[in-house]
């Protein structure tokens, strides 16, 4: 691994994923929902890898097993591997905000932005092939 391979100059929109690292780190937004509709970024799940969400701009709601929290601009969160979770903007405006994951998760977003079929069924499946659980 070189030392281009663990650095991101401008990381807004893209994802830092260095080769042989268990950490991936992206930098992403959520739309805002101006008429109030709770949009999902994520369907609940579990995986094993722990996540961290740190939100830059906005705010974004976190659901951590049963409970849920807002978290602020400046706040942040931690789910740690094995809890049911999801998130989503709770507010008009977007958020951007920073994900940290481990790359087993990392694999499975990839997965599922590639996959044809998006059916419940695939996706289900998809999950399980990424040692992780559909829930919703």
Known sequence: ?????????????????????????????????????????????????????????????????????EVPAGGAAIVPGGLAHTFWNPRAEPARYLLVMGAKTNALINAIHAAADQSPEAMRLLFERHDAELLE
């Open 1 to 69: 691994m070189s030392v281009p391979d663990s650095f991101e100059p401008h990381l807004r929109g893209k994802t830092l994923a260095p080769p042989g690292s268990d950490l991936v780190l992206a930098e992403w937004e959520a739309d805002g929902s101006p008429d109030g509709s709770l949009v999902y970024q994520a369907p609940l799940h579990r995986h094993g890898d722990d996540e961290a969400w740190y939100v830059l701009e906005g705010t974004l709601a976190v659901r951590i097993g049963d409970e849920e929290v």
